[in-house]
């Protein structure tokens, strides 16, 4: 489903990505794990396709199509998704606009037919209730004074109501206390299906306890180090990623 | 300017009232005047403006969303009452109706308030065209009451003067929700004069949808009683130029002032709020939220000034002006002022200038929204915010509209550097 071969990255001149080959099939959950400063996150925008990023070298392929060809919204119509780290706060448009207007335009993008109001409420109230999204979360505007639970959480039901092919969560599990992560980690847990895929980016093991990962590999210096299977992150959490930073150097 | 019968001629304190203007007269406001720094009226100058005659509105010129409201409605066309698009019910009447029925009641008000040394008062004065007339003693309207101000084209411009008078005794509430809007190249100055006695609310909902041709010079003093409320919400979006310029007394305490307004300009508008809240008792509050988004070459000025006299302590005075830039043409002058001369008070001021939030616009597009639409979402988002303090989810939402329907119509809201 995913190809990234030998994958370079330039932020403002600097090299972050230094030929990063990952291949993710459908039904498949990745684990990137790494120290701070690996090239997690920039991963993470490349897929999505955020500006300020510049692919000096490599490739990747998304079920054939080149995703570094697509607009932003074009990869997200692909079946691309980004659970945001920081999810952005906008404020003036409500949640519940925010989500009508996201999945409209998915969905006109599929040559299908717009929700309207009371159809997408329906459409929406099915999935707010596992993730505790109430009514007043959808009416607040969106993730602006939204506790840092309630941002991930948002996220998930994003995540829901797009029904990605790939998603890839960057940190997703970071700023959560316990009952969130749990929350958050059955959310993404009750997606996994074996038509779609997940790239979960995450520097420590826990969210890995609901998610658990076919595939983990440790991404240090921009580069893929090492692969291995769901182990791997349980070693990792006990011997930290101190044997990878003479690697990457 | 020509000189022809107007409503309430031969009414001899109305005819010495528009004498004495006429005489006092002395010129357009310039830019040497300090409140006109930023709006010059240049392109009035030795513009022969027509007075109104009768005119039948263009098909669809009234605005059926708000004959949707339905209250009393009142339609002036050219500054002349047009009966039959109107709907007169409960306490609403045109000026031309309550001089024939009781000219010592408006001879009571009008002109009582109304700014003596702003020339385009001075000018409206001198003719006083056909406006609202509203006087409630202690009762609640319950549904808005709707006045529209439609201007026509002529040759050679149409002028009219409309001239508004609005006094709500002890504990009455109103709504009321004006609309300026017209073809072709006009001036509409409108002066609206308004008394809020103790206790009474009145919620103002003022929209500014003039032809991209128009002038629209509107000023409006109001006096606002103890424990009174005047809520005001403006949104501009019409005109080649637009001034909306509010003088506001907090007269006695507990008085409440609330004035949010929204922008939006493209192509050359030009776009100017004043307002000067002066709190001159103690414990009055005011608040004012005005936020506006600039394309194109448009121009945007707003100048906000809270003055609070001796005496008036436990003032809260909170002023913002927010604008985002849509391109590197437009400009935006943003001068807030507070002029404090009591002790104990609570005043502040703010202005920003920026540009969309390009983080806000990546995560719209993340969700698959494309860049035009997103960058429209953010911007109602934005300007929409103003509007959050109106109770009334039926008026947001047509609020809201009428942003949409802007944004719609755009062909340049910027595009990706």
Request: glycine share 10%; proline share 4%.
């Amino acid at each position: 489903m995913l190809e990234i071969k030998n994958l370079q990255v330039e932020v403002d001149g600097k090299k972050i990505l230094k030929g990063l080959t990952l291949s993710i099939d459908k039904g498949q959950v990745h684990a990137i794990m790494g120290p701070n400063g690996a090239g997690k996150s920039t991963l993470a925008h490349v897929l999505a396709g955020r500006a300020g990023y510049t692919v000096t070298g490599g490739s990747v392929s998304f079920e054939g199509q080149d995703l570094l060809a697509l607009a932003p919204e074009a990869r997200a119509a692909a079946g691309v998704f980004l659970a945001f780290q920081y999810p952005v706060e906008i404020p003036g448009v409500s949640t519940m606009n925010f989500l009508k207007t996201s999945v409209n335009a998915v969905r006109t993008a599929h040559g299908e037919k717009e929700y309207d109001a009371m159809d997408f409420l329906k459409f929406v109230r099915a999935k707010t209730k596992t993730l505790s999204i109430s009514d007043d979360m959808l009416k607040r505007a969106v993730n602006v004074g939204f506790s840092g639970g309630e941002k991930k959480r948002n996220e998930v039901l994003q995540m829901a109501l797009l029904n990605p092919k790939l998603a890839v969560l960057d940190e997703t599990d970071s700023g959560l206390d316990v009952d969130a992560l749990r929350i958050v980690g059955e959310g993404v847990t009750a997606l996994r299906s074996p038509d779609n895929a997940m790239l979960v980016i995450t520097h420590y093991q826990r969210l890995l306890d609901y998610i658990v990962p076919d595939r983990v590999h440790v991404l240090a210096g921009g580069k893929i180090v090492r692969s291995g299977d769901a182990g791997l992150a349980l070693e990792l959490e006990k011997k930290g990623y101190g044997e990878f930073a003479a690697e990457a150097a | 300017m020509t000189v022809g019968t107007r409503i309430g001629e031969g009414i001899g304190w109305l005819d010495d009232l528009r004498h004495q203007n006429r005489t006092a007269f002395h010129g357009l406001p310039t830019p040497k005047m300090e409140s006109w720094k930023y709006t010059s009226l240049k392109p009035l100058y030795g513009f022969a403006f027509a007075r109104p005659s009768s005119h039948e509105p263009p098909a669809g010129a009234t605005e059926a969303a708000l004959a949707a409201l339905g209250g009393a409605r009142l339609i002036f066309v050219d500054g002349i009452f047009n009966a039959g698009l109107s709907r007169l019910i409960g306490p609403a009447m045109p000026l031309s109706l309550a001089l024939l029925k009781d000219a010592g009641a408006v001879h009571a008000r009008l002109g009582h308030i109304a700014a003596s040394d702003d020339p385009l008062t001075t000018l409206n004065g001198g003719f006083i065209d056909d406006g609202l007339v509203l006087m409630i003693d202690g009762a609640t309207v319950e549904k808005p009451i709707v006045v529209e101000h439609i201007s026509t084209a002529a040759p050679d411009g149409i002028a009219s003067h409309p001239r508004s008078v609005i006094v709500l005794k002890a504990n009455a509430r109103a709504t009321v929700i004006e609309r300026f809007s017209g073809t072709g190249r006009y001036l509409t100055n409108p002066v609206s004069e308004i008394v809020v006695e103790d206790g009474a609310k009145l919620t103002h909902i003022r929209l500014f949808e003039d032809s991209e041709a128009a002038f629209n010079l509107s000023h409006l003093t109001a006096r606002i009683g103890k424990d009174g409320a005047y809520e005001s919400h403006v949104l501009a979006t019409g005109g080649a130029l637009v001034r909306n310029e509010m003088r506001i007394e907090l007269a006695a305490a507990g008085a409440d002032v609330s004035l949010n307004g929204a922008y939006l300009g493209r192509g050359k508008q030009h776009t100017d709020h004043t307002t000067v809240l002066r709190h001159s008792a103690p414990h009055t509050t005011s608040r004012q939220l005005y936020k506006g988004a600039l394309d194109d070459a448009s121009r945007g000025v707003f100048q906000g000034n809270i003055y609070v006299g001796e005496g008036a302590d436990g003032t809260d005075g909170q002023m913002s002006n927010r604008t985002i830039l849509l391109s590197d043409r437009c400009e935006m002058d943003s001068k807030p002022q507070l002029e404090i001369y009591a002790d104990d008070v609570k005043c502040a001021h703010g202005a920003t200038v920026g540009e969309l939030d390009e983080d806000a616009l990546f995560y719209l597009r993340a969700r698959g929204v494309p860049e035009r639409q997103a960058r429209e979402l953010l911007v109602e988002g934005f300007v929409a915010e103003a509007f959050d303090a109106l109770a009334e989810p039926a008026l947001v939402e047509l609020m809201r509209a009428r942003i949409v329907h802007w944004l719609a119509a755009g062909k340049t809201l910027r595009e990706a550097a």
